[in-house]
């Protein structure tokens, strides 16, 4: 199942499709190379693309982690690469001014895990008409789910989607239940799998989130074996630079061989259920 957007290339080829992008817009130019590399990678292999980044990030550990360039030039610049390279685009929000605010600039707006049940929020985004991409709370099960894609359904937009991030395990680790992502998919709605949030190490003693990148590849087969429709990841040329969530970001160049066995694998699983 893809969501229905009207920029999405790529429909007919049997493939999941790809929320991918650097974590955060940290300056005027860093995210256009990248866009472009993305978008040249899934041409290649007719992956169905979304560009993602955040705009700002309101969810750092530290008072000092880096929040972002400004609302509006970093908003600017997401609308910018949607028309520059003809794909959606996706930020995230974090309030309901947020949503009126990014709905003029993005084609899908994500709601971030820990705000997943935020009643409010929800039904600001669903109020906008742009498609809603809620991500399952770390301390939530797949079943829970079904209450907030009826919050904003029930504002009258169905373009909802659903992503996996792992839960808690612990107070410094995540794992990734699978049967959620079979429980969401009963819903109806696109179900996504963020094969590189689902591999954070959160609440470090020195106030920066770690992550274990080496197993993004493991998490992504896996998601794709039982039925994720699409795959969420961020990705960096150099993620030991970037200013937020580096320890959890696939290096860029590493990008196209990961998605290139992917897309194998996604052929396979394909065939067993014809």
């Not at 990148?213 to 794709?224: D, N």
């Not at 074996?225 to 630079?241: C, Q, R, W, Y």
Request: charge should be neutral.
């Amino acid at each position: 199942m893809l969501p229905k957007l009207k920029k999405l290339k790529h429909l007919d080829s049997g493939n999941f499709f790809l929320l991918a992008g650097p974590c955060v817009i940290e300056d005027e130019q860093m995210a256009y190379p990248i866009a472009e590399r993305i978008v040249a990678i899934c041409d290649k292999l007719s992956i169905p693309l979304v560009f993602k980044a955040s705009f700002k990030k309101a969810n750092r550990t530290r008072l000092d982690s880096f929040t972002g360039i400004g609302d509006s030039m970093a908003l600017h610049i997401l609308r910018d690469i949607g028309e520059k390279y003809d794909v959606p685009v996706v930020t995230d929000i974090h309030t309901i001014e947020d949503a009126e605010k990014a709905a003029q600039y993005v084609d899908i707006l994500q709601i971030p895990a820990f705000l997943c049940r935020q009643t409010d929020l929800l039904i600001a985004a669903g109020e906008t008409g742009k498609c809603v991409n809620i991500k399952k709370g770390q301390f939530l099960s797949g079943e829970s789910m079904k209450y907030a894609v009826d919050k904003v359904k029930n504002t009258g937009n169905h373009s909802v989607m659903l992503t996996e991030r792992g839960s808690m395990f612990g107070y410094g680790d995540l794992v990734v239940d699978y049967r959620n992502i079979i429980e969401m998919k009963k819903y109806g709605v696109p179900v996504v799998l963020d094969i590189t949030h689902s591999l954070q190490q959160p609440n470090q003693t020195a106030g920066v989130t770690g992550g274990q990148p080496e197993l993004i590849e493991t998490i992504a087969r896996a998601g794709i074996s039982v039925g994720a429709d699409g795959i969420f990841l961020e990705t960096h040329p150099n993620p030991k630079k970037a200013q937020s969530d580096g320890e959890n970001m696939l290096k860029l160049d590493l990008l196209e061989s990961v998605l290139t066995r992917l897309t194998v694998l996604r052929k396979a699983v394909v065939s067993f259920d014809k």
